[in-house]
């Protein structure tokens, strides 16, 4: 089944957020962890010959989130980062027409 391509239509909103700098460039170690609450609503569609075959719509409400990362620069101009998300407990749901 080929799919066309179509803009998908995002919206996300971040309603709270904080950010906690823990070390900052300390011996060329950065690291953050930010909070927030996330709601979002976004549609897909796929056309098969022309034809809509497919919608789909998801929203998500007050889902929390939670984001680390840790930086190490470990030579002028050179550096590595890892993050980490997670979410926990919101409401959110698919429907398919």
């Known amino acids: 089944?080929?799919?066309?391509?179509?803009?998908?239509?995002?919206?996300?909103?971040?309603?709270?957020?904080?950010?906690?700098?823990?070390?900052?460039?300390?011996?060329?170690?950065?690291?953050?962890?930010?909070?927030?609450?996330?709601?979002?609503?976004?549609?897909?569609?796929?056309?098969?010959?022309?034809?809509?075959?497919s919608e789909l719509e998801w929203e998500t409400k007050n889902a929390v989130a939670l984001r680390g990362s840790l930086g190490l620069e470990l030579a002028p101009g050179w550096r590595v980062k890892a993050e980490g998300r997670i979410g926990f407990e919101g409401d959110g749901y698919m429907t398919d027409y």
């Open 1 to 53: 089944m080929r799919f066309s391509r179509f803009p998908l239509p995002l919206s996300a909103a971040l309603l709270m957020g904080t950010c906690l700098p823990l070390a900052a460039e300390q011996n060329g170690i950065t690291a953050s962890l930010d909070a927030g609450v996330l709601n979002l609503r976004a549609t897909e569609t796929v056309h098969l010959g022309g034809r809509k075959v």
